[in-house]
């Protein structure tokens, strides 16, 4: 079947541009991630939706960065007046868990968004 | 932050031999995850071993866990060129959230 989809795959901004990511989990899937990845790094947890319900954004590094997931699925990931420092790798990722806390359960990953930021 | 580090950073292997990958965490987890990541495919699940396990055998890749020490080992046996690629070790975070918290990675190169 379809796994985790991201798009754009790369994006250029201009400093101080707004962008849009997107993910489309793997469908029925209930749980979704973003990960920052910056070069040489392992990723960084950004923030987690469980359906539509926002339920930790502790890693998102400032108020430029918001996240969706208005219906369930698809989710967008926002950042505003881009920096340079923002230039990553930003990957989603989907898991069919359907109780947090219990333990994690397998997270499939998405190809990432490639942004850089001049 | 990064919960774990891995060890080595780098490792360069004729084909056919066995790699060795470890990694340590601060915090206790619930489980272990390790993935592997490379330019054509992303980041791939390989196996997953639970806080109450020892080890666990997943085709040519064995993985130990020792919850004493906080870490953990990836064994890859016979390894193939296509084996090349970063491979993180991932805790999960426990709570009430499923994040997982990523190490540093190893970088494996198989030579044919």
């Known amino acids: 079947g379809a796994g985790v989809s991201q798009s754009p795959r790369y994006k250029v901004a201009k400093r101080g541009q707004d962008v849009a990511l997107r993910c489309d989990p793997i469908?029925?899937?209930?749980?979704l991630f973003w990960y920052q990845q910056a070069l040489g790094q392992g990723p960084e947890f950004l923030t987690y939706?469980?359906?539509?319900?926002?339920?930790?954004k502790s890693g998102l590094p400032s108020d430029r960065f918001f996240a969706e997931r208005p219906e369930g699925s698809v989710s967008t990931l926002k950042i505003q007046r881009t920096q340079q420092e923002d230039s990553a790798v930003y990957l989603c990722?989907?898991?069919?868990?359907?109780?947090?806390?219990?333990?994690?359960?397998?997270?499939?990953f998405g190809p990432g968004t490639r942004l850089t930021v001049l | 932050s990064q919960q774990g580090e891995e060890d080595p950073q780098a490792l360069s292997i004729q084909e056919g031999e066995n790699a060795t990958m470890n990694c340590s965490y601060k915090?206790?987890?619930?489980?272990l995850q390790w993935y592997r990541q490379n330019s054509g495919r992303g980041l791939v699940h390989l196996i997953l071993?639970?806080?109450?396990?020892r080890e666990k055998h997943s085709g040519r890749l064995r993985v130990t866990l020792d919850t004493s020490k906080k870490s953990s080992s990836l064994l890859i046996t016979a390894s193939r060129a296509a084996d090349t690629a970063s491979y993180f070790c991932?805790?999960?975070?426990?709570?009430?959230?499923?994040?997982?918290?990523f190490g540093t990675g190893t970088l494996l190169a198989v030579q044919p």
């Open positions: 915090t206790s987890i619930n489980n």
């Open positions: 469908s029925g899937h209930v749980s």
């Open positions: 939706f469980q359906n539509e319900a926002q339920l930790d």
């Open positions: 991932a805790t999960d975070a426990g709570g009430a959230t499923n994040k997982l918290i």
């Open positions: 990722a989907s898991s069919l868990a359907l109780l947090a806390g219990v333990g994690t359960d397998t997270q499939y």
């Open positions: 071993i639970r806080s109450n396990e």
